[in-house]
């Protein structure tokens, strides 16, 4: 497996750069990492930049958490690219990286607070309203922040399901998995959490 | 069916459930409480915005994450094969010279053998040597 691998590699052109990279597949940039090639693992940051940052966003709710846990995420998702098949789907391994980090990032804040996660997941935080304007559609470069102000908002355990559903594209049994919580709990964590983005929101996003 | 029993069953749906339709008994309720399917398109919406917009990545996260990135390049693949062939080089390498030292260069009569056939010749003559003439 190793020598076809390699074959492939070498096959590809010495002189790669990111305008020959940045259209190739995630499987040719995934066999050019696992050689060692940074070129590929640089796209490959640029290609899931802003979707890790959105799951590690959601979940933690703050931008410099985000960025460390970005970073710390993809930084060790690349070290451990070896292991990875050459059919492993690399976003998702990166997408699951992140969230992982992002849920041990908000275990460990909640621990050092002494207040359990298991505690905070149940807890009902009351949404603070969030500043839009009045009766009227907002622009797209203002959507994405604003919807995800108001997820940061929510309650943890909404947070997280929402996220890891709707952002992640997991589904109901793969998150109950991941959480080791019953499914018809996610389903409802799920479905408060829309209700409280949709009672939030909903005017202003369509 | 109410419409609280209703709206909790759309608010439950998953992304799948809402994009093929939903259960039957729903449907029917729906084709008759224009609330309801307010809420069923309110929901819908938001599904469609959620799974579409995501937040732009700050520069300083690109920064962070290019500017090191020489630190944790992986090794290449083929590296693990290289690193076992000169293993593999050292170690016999270093069988040859322990033989060299045991065998030959511990015994000195050996040393004065010479290469290209005269090996025969001078051992013949080592053998002489050591067997003690008989006259």
Not at chain 1, 166 to 194: C, F, M, W, Y
Request: charged letters at 30%; proline letters at 4%.
């Amino acid at each position: 497996m190793e020598r076809e691998q390699e074959k492939i590699v070498k096959s590809m052109k010495k002189d790669l750069d990111r305008r020959t990279l940045d259209e190739a597949p995630d499987s040719e940039l995934l066999l050019l990492a696992k050689g060692g090639k940074s070129v590929a693992i640089e796209v490959l940051f640029h290609r899931y930049k802003d979707k890790l940052y959105s799951i590690a966003y959601g979940i933690v709710g703050n931008t410099t958490d985000a960025i460390d846990v970005v970073q710390d995420a993809f930084f060790k998702s690349i070290k451990k690219i070896n292991k990875l098949s050459k059919e492993a789907n690399i976003a998702g391994y990166l997408y699951r990286a992140t969230s992982t980090t992002a849920i041990d990032v908000i275990r460990h804040k909640t621990a050092s607070k002494s207040i359990s996660f298991e505690d905070l997941l149940g807890h009902e935080n009351e949404i603070a309203d969030i500043q839009l304007k009045p009766d009227t559609l907002l622009e797209n470069s203002e959507r994405a922040s604003t919807l995800y102000e108001a997820i940061a908002k929510l309650p943890i355990d909404q947070r997280v399901v929402v996220v890891l559903h709707h952002i992640e594209d997991l589904t109901v049994d793969a998150i109950a998995q991941r959480l080791n919580i019953p499914a018809g709990t996610v389903k409802s964590r799920l479905a408060r959490g829309r209700e409280a983005l949709r009672r939030k929101l909903l005017g202003k996003l369509r | 069916m109410n419409c609280e029993v209703v709206r909790k069953q759309i608010a439950e749906a998953t992304v799948e459930e809402l994009q093929k339709g939903l259960d039957k008994n729903i449907e029917e309720h729906l084709s008759a409480c224009p609330d309801c399917r307010a809420y069923l398109e309110q929901i819908k919406n938001l599904t469609v915005v959620l799974d579409t917009e995501i937040v732009p990545a700050p520069k300083s996260l690109e920064s962070a994450v290019i500017g090191n990135l020489h630190k944790i390049i992986p090794k290449p693949f083929y590296a693990k094969r290289l690193l076992i062939a000169a293993i593999i080089f050292l170690l016999v390498s270093a069988i040859a010279v322990s033989y060299y030292i045991t065998y030959i260069w511990s015994n000195p009569d050996l040393e004065d053998c010479e290469p290209n056939g005269d090996h025969n010749k001078k051992g013949s003559q080592v053998e002489e040597l050591k067997t003690p003439k008989v006259d």
